[in-house]
T-cell receptor
């Protein structure tokens, strides 16, 4: 019930391309859906987050699309850059703010 | 910019030994968390802590684990008798609020290796 499923496990994108990472959840009590970016040797850092009352949120090159009925959400990285190469985790939480993470996607952006 | 710090960065211990992982949360934050990440796997919630009490804990957080805020700045995770499967990266995080949507700031982690 607390599981968050994430795909793909790894992703290789050309510089300038669009990176898309998908997540799905089961627990309808989740009401906060953040994406975290993690570089090697560092802790996860919040990238962008969305609540289920909106279907899309955009911050710069990063967009979250949210489909409440399907219980799915995705991260789109437009104009992907080599500096975006990192591991991306989707997560979800309910009132208690404990984060349940997806399994992560290792993104490699090729120059 | 304020940040969460963790010490040590790497801890090597023998199976059965006790370890204490230390964290200094961001100073005005009131809620503290421990997560772990086994190599190559997802980040997993262990415990949340507020007002000197555990707020929530996961199934992973069994009697071998304990948390403490011994003074006004440190937040510690103790593993009483380490097992091989405790080898992981342990992340401390803190937030201003416990409400969903209150951003959690993560430290750089402590890599625990149990031999």
């Amino acid at each position: 019930q607390q599981q968050v499923k994430q795909s793909p496990q790894s992703l290789i994108v050309q510089k300038g391309g669009i990176s898309i990472i998908n997540c799905a959840y089961e627990n309808t009590a989740f009401d906060y859906f953040p994406w975290y970016q993690q570089f090697p040797g560092k802790g996860p850092a919040l990238l962008i987050a969305i609540r289920p009352d909106v279907s899309e949120k955009k911050e710069g090159r990063f967009t979250i699309s949210f489909n409440k009925s399907a219980k799915q959400f995705s991260l789109h990285i437009m104009d992907s850059q080599p500096g975006d190469s990192a591991t991306y985790f989707c997560a979800a939480s309910s009132w208690a703010n404990n984060l349940f993470f997806g399994t992560g996607t290792r993104l490699t952006v090729i120059p | 910019e304020p940040e969460v710090t963790q010490t040590p960065s790497h801890q090597v211990t023998q199976m059965g030994q006790e370890v204490i992982l230390r964290c200094v949360p961001i100073s005005n934050h009131l809620y503290f968390y421990w997560y772990r990440q086994i190599l190559g796997q997802k980040v997993e919630f262990l415990v949340s802590f507020y007002n000197n009490e555990i707020s929530e804990k996961s199934e992973i957080f069994d009697d071998q684990f304990s948390v403490e805020r011994p003074d006004g700045s440190n937040f510690t995770l103790k593993i009483r008798s380490t097992k091989l499967e405790d080898s992981a990266m342990y992340f401390c995080a803190s937030s201003v609020s416990l409400l969903a949507g209150s951003e959690q700031f993560f430290g750089p982690g402590t890599r625990l290796t149990v031999l």
